[in-house]
């Protein structure tokens, strides 16, 4: 069976500091991956998305960037944290079953800027 | 663009009671897909049901069910006999062929003993 794995689970960083958020899955190949962000209360922003390695388009303009350096590892990453990035990061697999291509989430990080 | 808007930021139900949270979506994509997602307090999203555009049937999983109202761009979610696991916030979404999900806001579900 498939699993995805987020680390770390929970971040206390200071502003202006970097960024590296992490996220694999193991039980298959060449998945599409995706990073999301949610603000407290509020649903859930795609940032980046990437259908192989090397392949990634983002979303949104801002702060972050994502890297995608083996097929079963996707990154999140900043040189410099705002205070508006912090949030709760999640990490997704997507595979398709019939017609549907499903998107299955990790257990998130919870990140706090200070 | 899709867009998906939850018109209800709260909802309670008594225990073993059937409750209904509503969803619409917009989008001019003749193909998509429609899910609803649960997040229980530790915060993983996690797959309720979904639906393709092209059937016409509701889609069933256990106590879960959906209202698919095509014409009217309506995704509602059913729970039935609801439990204290049910607990959580409810996040529909929609999907085009890009397969990118964008989310609605949330419905906390609130279940009463």
């Known amino acids: 069976s498939q699993t995805i794995h987020q680390w770390p689970a929970t971040l206390v960083q200071p502003v202006g500091s970097p960024l590296s958020l992490e996220c694999t899955v193991e039980?298959?190949?060449?998945?599409?991956l995706y990073w999301y962000r949610q603000a407290a209360g509020r649903g859930l922003q795609l940032l980046f998305y990437?259908?192989?390695?090397?392949?990634i388009s983002s979303e949104v303009p801002q702060n972050l960037s994502a890297s995608r350096p083996q097929d079963r590892q996707f990154i999140l990453s900043s040189k410099k944290l705002l205070l508006s990035d912090s949030g709760f990061y999640l990490c997704?697999?997507?595979?398709?079953?019939?017609?549907?291509?499903?998107?299955?989430f990790g257990p998130g990080t919870r990140l706090l800027v200070l | 663009a899709q867009t998906v808007t939850q018109s209800q930021p709260e909802m309670s139900v008594q225990e073993a009671e059937t409750v209904t949270l509503s969803c619409t979506y917009d989008?001019?994509?003749?193909?998509?897909?429609l899910f609803w997602y649960k997040q229980p307090p530790s915060r993983q999203m996690i797959l309720v049901i979904r639906?393709?555009?092209?059937?016409?049937q509701n889609a069933t999983e256990n106590r879960f069910s959906v209202n698919f109202q095509k014409a009217a761009k309506s995704f509602s979610l059913k729970i039935s006999d609801s439990q204290l696991g049910d607990a959580a916030m409810y996040f529909c979404?929609?999907?085009?062929?890009?397969?990118?999900?964008?989310f609605g806001q949330g419905t906390r579900l609130t279940i009463n003993p």
């Open positions: 997704a697999w997507s595979i398709r079953r019939g017609m549907v291509e499903t998107q299955y």
């Open positions: 989008t001019s994509e003749s193909d998509y897909y």
């Open positions: 039980g298959t190949s060449n998945p599409n």
């Open positions: 990437s259908v192989g390695i090397g392949q």
């Open positions: 639906q393709e555009a092209y059937k016409q």
């Open positions: 979404a929609s999907a085009d062929g890009a397969q990118k999900l964008v």
